[in-house]
Nanobody, 128 residues
Framework: QVQLVESGGGLVQAGGSLRLSCAAS????????MAWFRQAPGKEREFVAA???????????HLAKSMEGRFTISRDNGKNTLYLQMNSLNSEDTAVYYC??????????????????WGQGTQVTVSS
């Protein structure tokens, strides 16, 4: 079993920044594919970013197109924690942000059905 706990959400003005954290339990964090999704009011949950083990002593990060240049995904295996640094936030980024884990690993994990474990979510609200 893997437990995920997100934190770092809150209210921020447009143009501001937030860093979300996802603390994970379990011994498979370093080889798990980890991701962030978000769900805005009245919309379906969408992919934000993923971070996966490349097998060559490196991790690969993937971002949704609309987040490129503004968001950065990273992890600290020593702390079993996944991060999402969000800059230049705008009102369209307002959503509940969820952390997800796939202990089987692998790259190109863009769909929520590919993830087995989910956190409870953290609210991000961007005021204009």
């Amino acid at each position: 079993q893997v437990q995920l706990v997100e934190s770092g959400g809150g209210l921020v003005q447009a143009g501001g920044s937030l860093r979300l954290s996802c603390a994970a339990s379990g011994r498979t964090f370093s080889t798990s594919t980890m991701a962030w999704f978000r769900q805005a009011p009245g919309k379906e949950r969408e992919f934000v970013a993923a971070n996966s083990w490349s097998g060559y002593n490196a991790y690969i990060g993937h971002l949704a197109k609309s987040m490129e240049g503004r968001f950065t995904i990273s992890r600290d295996n020593g702390k079993n924690t996944l991060y999402l640094q969000m800059n230049s936030l705008n009102s369209e980024d307002t959503a509940v942000y969820y952390c997800a884990a796939d202990p089987r690993g692998g790259t190109s994990r863009y769909y929520e059905t590919e993830y087995d474990y989910w956190g409870q979510g953290t609210q991000v609200t961007v005021s204009s």
